[in-house]
């Protein structure tokens, strides 16, 4: 079954060639339809065709429930968890979830990946996280692209403190051909003095090529402007 983009194609063709036929008495009717159609059929054979978006990301949602694709720093808590095995915190689609949670007094939980690109090409990051809860200054989740330091080529933070649900975000960054993505983070809950560590999620990440300008996108309006064409050509005063 042919869909409904490809069938205004055809009715847009049938119309053409159907008032091509009705006009060839007069010579200036069959130059203006040519002229027409001069401009409409390389829209025509420019249809518009979606984009596939792949991932570029390895293992972005955890499912293979390890890490596998990623590098963990050494010195964390983090682990892929499954729903129920950390109160507070769930997949947010799918069975796993990294959850990222510091060691103290090591450094922030850090997870990286590896991505193999186009230089100067523009993609497009996105990613979900939530926080299992955590005390009043003690909780930052950082992204970063090329930078092992998480206050430089910072592409997104979130430093807010206590338990909140899955946020999705997502940005552009440039491939150089060989790129990282880091994301670093730190919960911690105190009660009584104790400090012990929490967890933030990740789940769902993915890059992916941001498409540019798709031949064809203006068809419809092309198919629309040539058939009122058509028509008041029709329907135009006919001089004596």
Known sequence: ?????????????????????SMQSSGRGRARIAAIAGILLPWLACSPAAADAVNLIQNGGFETGNFTGWSLASGSNSIVAQAGQIPGLSPHSGTYFAALGQNPPNPLATLSQTISDTPGQLLQLAFSYASAGSCIHCQVFVATWNSSDPFQNVVFVDNR?????????????????????????????????????????????????????IAGAGLPGAIAACVGLLAWWRRRPRRA
Do not use: H, W
């Not at 042919?2 to 060639?17: D, N, P, T, Y």
């Open 1 to 21: 079954m042919k869909s409904k983009f490809a069938q205004s194609i055809v009715g847009a063709r049938r119309i053409l060639f159907t008032r091509e036929n």
């Open 161 to 213: 403190s206590g338990a909140y649900p899955y946020q999705t975000v997502a940005g552009t960054v440039i491939g150089t051909g060989s790129d990282v993505v880091t994301f670093f983070a730190q919960s911690l809950i105190s009660n009584d003095s104790v400090v012990t560590p929490s967890f933030i999620a990740l789940d769902d990440v993915s890059l992916s090529v941001v498409p540019g300008p």
